[in-house]
């Protein structure tokens, strides 16, 4: 039976709020909206923005050949069959298959910057763009390159820049001149590397050092501006935290306009991240108008952890951070399996007596927060007392000034368990 769209006895969506509508809408799979959108002329009004606001383009080799990123960009050409979802598009994924822990680029998805600046450019409303397992490339011609586009959200996941031709430059310039100002850069965790082309001719051509070679901070445009930086690593893939946080390297960028301007920094890393050997290893003094810091920590245990229990990172962070900085949170991330005699040996692993001091002498600090997450434990949710009290009596300064606030959550408790400054349950 056809279904007349002005007729609305079969149809009780019309006696609904739009805004009601939205959050039912918002309940459904894809599925289920595209049998909304099979409903009715205004069934499918309400339905398409839902069904189009995210979209995944698969472009590993092994894909469907009719839906890579080759076919995506041959239908956004054709204006008339993409117009039913182009406006609704706010979030797009271009994915190709990646190997962490071999640091390879094969499978990955192989993209020019004209073909993404040509996508954000159809793609008028887009306001978030996740890259993950993706070869950047260039031609040796400079690019005609659309006007830059912001987004609320650029994440950066296992990233390859590669030039094209004999040319040793790289196409990571032109491809930050894609964006203009971006409210989230999320980068990680797996790294954003360079690869530098040989020329036959030249003799005298040194291969770049390792380290040089995947830090791309010096090559980013001065038009490319960041409100907030999310960092992710994960050693055990090999992929530290300054691998992830290349950006706030040598960028002159970054100590010139980005980290002026930067408000909200989030990192993410293990107890025994490598500091690579420097005072200020992420350039956090370069970030003086930090208005938030967390850091969350992988934390070690005895029984569970063969690696060291030094934190040469954590401290230095701490002490680079801006002083105007209000509020501090630290989320240390335990598993509770099982548990051992050494369990606290890694809160000694920090000189804790300098961050006391300088710490203490900052006006503008309210509060540093320590939360312990356990997401893993046998029996009855741990309490974390012994870490708290150890903490405590580390840092008796910012403990005297009442500066020090603790948190446990663990997932199996329904209610966080609050501590106050002397560590009694609350």
């Known amino acids: 039976m056809d279904i007349d769209d002005n007729d609305h006895t079969t149809d009780g969506m019309h006696r609904l709020p739009v805004e009601l509508v939205g959050i039912i809408l918002n309940l459904l799979d894809k599925d289920d909206l595209l049998d909304c959108a099979l409903v009715s002329r205004r069934w499918c009004a309400l339905a398409r923005p839902k069904l189009y606001h995210s979209l995944v383009v698969n472009d590993a080799p092994s894909s469907d050949k009719d839906y890579n990123l080759n076919a995506f960009k041959l239908f956004l050409h054709d204006v008339v069959a993409s117009s039913a979802f182009v406006p609704h598009v706010r979030e797009l994924t271009l994915q190709g298959e990646y190997d962490l822990t071999e640091g390879s680029s094969e499978g990955h998805s192989v993209a020019s910057v004209e073909t993404l600046g040509l996508l954000m450019a ?41 030039p094209t031709g004999h040319i040793k430059s790289t196409p990571v310039r032109d491809f930050f001149r894609l964006f203009g100002r971006v409210r989230v850069l999320e980068m990680g965790p797996g790294s954003v590397f360079v690869d530098y082309v040989r020329l036959p001719e030249d003799d005298d051509y040194v291969e770049p050092e390792v380290e040089e070679t995947i830090r791309v901070g010096p090559l980013i445009p001065d038009s490319f501006s960041v409100e907030e930086i999310s960092a992710d690593a994960d050693p ?62 992988w934390t070690p245990s005895s029984s569970a952890w063969d690696r060291g229990f030094r934190n040469p990172c954590l401290r230095k962070i701490l002490l680079k951070a801006s002083p105007t900085i209000p509020r501090i949170h630290i989320q240390l991330i335990r598993d509770m399996l099982v548990r051992g005699p050494g369990d606290l040996k890694y809160i000694a692993g920090m000189h804790w007596d300098i961050v006391d001091e300088e710490l203490s002498a900052r006006l503008a600090l309210e509060k540093l927060s320590f939360e312990f997450f356990c997401e893993r434990f046998k029996g009855s949710p741990p309490t974390f007392v012994k870490e708290i009290r150890r903490i405590q009596r580390n840092l008796p300064r910012l403990m005297a000034d009442g500066i020090l606030e603790f948190t446990v959550r663990c997932v199996k408790a329904t209610v966080p368990r609050l501590y106050s400054a002397e560590g009694d349950l609350t």
């Open 236 to 297: 055990d893939i090999n992929q530290p935290l300054w691998r992830a946080l290349l950006l706030l390297a040598d960028s002159q960028v970054l100590k010139s306009d980005i980290g002026w301007y930067l408000q909200h920094l989030s990192l993410r890393f293990d107890w025994e991240q490598s500091d690579i050997g420097r005072k200020d290893p992420f350039a956090i003094s370069y970030c003086p108008n930090l208005t938030s810091l967390t850091l969350v920590v």
């Open 122 to 162: 159809k793609l008028a409303a887009l306001e978030t763009l996740h890259l993950v397992g993706v070869t950047i490339q260039t031609s040796p011609h400079i690019p005609s390159l659309p006007s830059p586009k912001s987004l609320h959200k650029l994440h950066l996941h296992t990233l390859l820049f590669k």
